[in-house]
């Protein structure tokens, strides 16, 4: 088998385990001191390590792990000891549906969880600043971004923007300093 039918295959395994479920609550291994100014950001999200689905079916530790190509994706592991949670996130509601979203190579960056209560939007990115503070968000990359807030997602989303292999985001804070030095 393939390696990325390996992930492929992980992550399939993973979907098909909560189609129905009940999460009872996430728990989150959080980077609590990222190299960039989370607070400047214009949406809000969890910077995680790794996120802890429990539910009715047992714990299942969603993080990333990269490809022999570079790409990092999603990988589940089942069953897993919680430890270093950092905080958690009562649910207690029963997923309806679950998507995904592909970039490169078929392997998935962005994984929908539709609830009774609400939608979880996750991703496996990062976000790269420079000195000038401009920010570039990469998605297939090392870190797991976690929206409890569906409109927050939309603003992440609506921050990005296609171009080649990275999803560049200018954010509005940063454009609106430039124009003002500008006048």
Partial sequence: MSEFSNYKNNFQEFVNGLQDCYIEKLVYVEDLEPTFDKASLPFEFRYCFSTTFVT??????????QTSLGYETFWIDSNKAINKA???RLINSKVKTVSSQNKYTDLPYKLSIE????????YAAEIYD??????????????????????????FEESITTANMWLSAILVGTISSEKADKH
């Fill in 130 to 155: 420079d000195a000038d503070k401009m920010y570039t968000i990469k998605v297939n990359d090392e870190m797991v971004f976690v929206f409890d807030d569906n409109h927050e997602a939309k603003k």
């Fill in 115 to 122: 609830l009774e209560k609400g939608i979880l939007n996750i």
């Fill in 56 to 65: 009715d079916k047992g714990s299942f530790l969603l993080h990333t792990s």
């Fill in 86 to 88: 950092t905080s958690e």
